[in-house]
């Protein structure tokens, strides 16, 4: 079950798309799932990867391999609609693996200062009580950006009112590398329909990623070592390392 998780990142949802580059996102969904970085992508795109555990807001979503991919469709003026997907390694009862579907739509542009902004939802199959929108937004300069979610909904893995703050930097250096990182803070609201916590806010996550193209393939790897903070009732995450492999297109 999650735990106040829900992307690598969530993101301005294009974010989640497009960090599937670092660690095959999101949206993710992370999440989401998936860093709050505003970009601008006209026409169609997409990507499919694989992760070797999908991990969100430091929480672990499966701890096996997911496939996780989406499609995003923007326009000149700054707004775009898209979906990502994951399988992920718990559901209901009696039920296979959930499937964690991300929708969304927003806005953003910007050169080397940029923005975003949106709404997401999250729809699961086979995962009772767990879908719920969340808004976003994020402001960016140069290598690095600050971002925000808020939880409109209750949910069985996070409670209306919840916000979850990012500050993230990345950027190129020597062989063609991408070095990067992202510390992830949540601010709780305690009691929900589902949720009592103990905790009013947490750091969260830091992600330490570098990233690598493969070549004249479209492809790229990424390794991510994920430390973990604590969750809502002030229980200690564990530190994760993931590998990630995934093609835009």
């Known amino acids: 079950m999650k735990t106040a998780m829900k992307p690598l990142f969530l993101a301005t949802t294009f974010a989640i798309a497009s960090m599937a580059g670092a660690m095959t996102t999101a949206h993710a969904a992370e999440t989401a799932e998936k860093t709050m970085e505003a970009t601008t992508i006209t026409g169609l795109s997409g990507n499919i990867g694989v992760v070797s555990q999908y991990i969100f807001r430091g929480g672990v979503e499966n701890d096996n391999p997911s496939v996780q991919g989406g499609l995003d469709w923007g326009a000149d003026n700054g707004f775009y609609v898209g979906y990502w997907g994951s399988n992920i390694g718990y559901s209901d009862e009696d039920s296979n693996n959930a499937v964690e579907n991300d929708f969304y739509l927003g806005w953003?542009?910007?050169?080397?200062?940029?923005?975003?902004?949106?709404?997401?939802?999250?729809?699961?199959?086979?995962?009772?009580?767990?879908?719920?929108?969340?808004?976003?937004?994020?402001?960016?300069?140069?290598?690095?950006?600050?971002?925000?979610?808020?939880?409109?909904?209750?949910?069985?893995?996070?409670?209306?009112?919840?916000?979850?703050?990012?500050?993230?930097?990345?950027?190129e250096v020597t062989g063609g590398f991408t070095l990067g990182a992202k510390a992830g803070w949540y601010s709780y609201k305690k009691n929900g329909e589902y949720i009592n916590?103990?905790?009013?806010?947490?750091?969260?996550?830091?992600?330490?990623?570098?990233?690598?193209?493969?070549?004249?393939?479209?492809?790229?790897?990424?390794?991510?070592?994920?430390?973990?903070?604590?969750?809502?009732?002030?229980?200690?995450?564990?530190?994760n390392v993931v590998l990630s492999l995934s093609f835009g297109f």
């Open 108 to 171: 953003g542009g910007g050169d080397n200062f940029n923005w975003d902004i949106g709404i997401l939802y999250y729809a699961y199959l086979n995962l009772s009580d767990a879908n719920t929108p969340e808004a976003y937004g994020s402001l960016g300069w140069g290598p690095v950006s600050l971002g925000t979610t808020y939880t409109l909904d209750d949910s069985i893995w996070t409670n209306k009112g919840d916000m979850y703050w990012t500050l993230a930097a990345e950027g």
């Open 197 to 239: 916590s103990t905790a009013s806010s947490n750091f969260r996550d830091l992600d330490l990623y570098v990233s690598h193209g493969l070549g004249a393939t479209g492809a790229d790897m990424g390794l991510h070592y994920i430390v973990g903070g604590k969750d809502r009732d002030d229980n200690d995450l564990d530190d």
